[in-house]
């Protein structure tokens, strides 16, 4: 057997960081095998040992041994160990040097970091008591669950007599389309109709399908200094080029947009007004009147976001910028998932009809047929006035818990933070003192079992920004005061 001592320069893990991934130590196995470092047969050493040899967690090594048994390159025999596996030839498995005969050139280009909470995040999800911070998404455990369980049946019902479970249907299709343009129509005042209005399975899926129609590689796209990371990343995917507007205590810094338009052609901009993502802080009308103004002279797209409209606190709600009869320059995105929960996938976009035809052929071609029955459901909760009670109703409750972070953040950090109170929403964004490093915080939070993003993934470019988007709504009011705790714990900790 290897000495125990020479596992880590073994798996070619000295030059690595200490804490190494569990990837890092599969690949330093495998490694290790095909170069025949490693014979078939040999006991690696238990797992508590594996993790203090390499300096880890004990979960750490125990997902790299697995994964390595899953693929077939260890064996682990109960009472006796984890062994290389002898099924595998010393050299014969080596990684060949030169390419294989139809292997495919991918194109794999990097994701932005929000993508990848990381392994000690991951493995959270799954931890009685971790707590998460979310960017603002609702409670299903508010949910009407007998109310849906009962439409959902009758929808299913209604397919099976018209036969369009087999097939799906246009005709639900429309019936939903129908009942989002009512409601529309009353709500946030757009004068829209079924035939302007494109269904799809997500706020993303209907941002990726909107930009592929207007974008094309080199075109410059606005973004907000601080903005929702997968619309930018699909621009960017998309082969767009992003310039970012500066914020302020009122949103979108509109007075820059005059000089930025003369300086870039500018294809399109990306924003979301009502609630500023990540900030919370709602466009005034007079900068909105302006940004409709300047699209109308650059000729630019507005692709409006208006992801959480529902949930506005502090008087009426703002109209959409499309909801203005004179603009000819926005398309909408909405979505009934901040609603219903993110199981509910569904997205639309309101634009002109003739750019709702080139939409749906487009989505023709990669979404196909929608949920038929879901399609049907979704419908009859918002003509029978179901989904605006339920929404009535947990409104009432997420502002208690605003009100619950708000209080308790304040007597937890008392000066050592700033926070604007946001007008709607279900996130507060939360300024620290220079004091703080915020990025250290996050990964302090995490060995207390909680997970919070570091404002510097809202980011385009990754700079910093030492502050925290705290979603209230999918924890309840214990929960929110025990992460509160975790949080100042954290702090406390990195102070010291």
């Known amino acids: 057997m290897v000495q125990l001592r020479k596992w880590r320069p073994l798996l070619k893990l000295d030059g690595a960081q200490p804490q190494a991934s569990y990837r890092k130590i599969i690949e330093g196995l495998v490694s290790a095998i095909t170069e025949g470092r490693l014979r078939p047969g040999t006991l690696l050493p238990g797992t508590r040992e ?63 970091d929000y993508f990848s909470p990381g392994e000690q995040a991951v493995a959270l999800q799954h931890r009685p008591g971790a707590l998460f911070f979310d960017n603002g998404a609702s409670d299903h455990r508010l949910l009407p669950q007998a109310v849906l369980h009962r439409y959902y049946r009758n929808a299913l019902r209604h397919s099976f007599t018209t036969n369009t479970v087999r097939h799906g249907s246009e005709g639900s299709s429309a019936y939903l389309r129908r ?6 129509r009353h709500n946030r005042g757009l004068t829209v109709g079924a035939e302007q209005i494109c269904l ?21 796209v606005l973004v907000e200094r601080l903005s929702y990371p997968p619309a930018w990343e699909i621009f960017r995917q998309l082969g767009a080029r992003l310039v970012t507007v500066d914020l302020d205590d009122e949103g979108c810094r509109v007075d820059q947009l005059d000089a930025l338009c003369r300086q870039h052609d500018v294809r399109m901009m990306y924003l979301t007004p009502h609630h500023q993502f990540p900030t919370t802080v709602s466009l005034r009308a007079g900068r909105r009147q302006q940004l409709l103004e300047l699209a109308r002279l650059h000729d630019f797209c507005i692709v409006e976001e208006d992801y959480d409209h529902e949930y506005h606190f502090a008087g009426r709600p703002y109209l959409p910028l499309a909801s203005d009869s004179a603009q000819r320059h926005v398309i909408y995105i909405g979505s009934l998932s901040k609603s219903l929960g993110s199981t509910f996938r569904c997205s639309y976009i ?31 909760l918002i003509n029978d006035g179901e989904l605006k009670k339920h929404l009535r109703r947990v409104s009432k409750e997420y502002r208690r818990r605003r009100e619950v972070l708000l209080s308790g953040l304040r007597e937890a950090f008392g000066e050592q933070i700033s926070v604007q109170e946001p007008e709607g929403g279900l996130a507060l964004w939360v300024k620290f003192a220079d004091a703080i490093d915020v990025d250290r915080l996050c990964e302090k939070a995490l060995a207390l079992d909680l997970v919070v993003r570091s404002g510097r993934l809202f980011s385009p470019f990754g700079q910093r920004e030492n502050a925290l988007r705290l979603g209230f709504a999918s924890l309840d009011q214990a929960e929110i005061r025990t992460a509160i705790q975790r949080l100042a714990l954290a702090a406390h900790a990195i102070a010291g």
């Open 50 to 112: 594996m993790a203090q040899l390499l300096n880890v967690n004990r979960k750490t090594v125990i997902l790299a041994y697995e994964e390595a048994v899953t693929k077939g390159w260890l064996v682990s025999i109960q009472r006796r160990g984890t062994f290389v596996s002898t099924q595998l030839a010393t050299g014969v498995v080596a990684a060949p040097s030169a390419p294989q005969p139809f292997a495919l050139a991918l194109r794999d280009t990097p994701a932005a």
């Open 179 to 184: 009942a989002l343009a009512e409601m529309l």
């Open 200 to 220: 799809t399975q997500g706020v993303q899926m209907s941002l990726y399908l909107t930009a592929s129609v207007l974008l094309k590689p080199g075109d410059v």
């Open 350 to 380: 309101v634009a002109p009809s003739n750019v709702i035809q080139v939409l749906e052929r487009t989505a023709a071609v990669s979404l196909g047929q929608g949920d038929a029955v879901m399609q049907r459901m979704l419908g009859d």
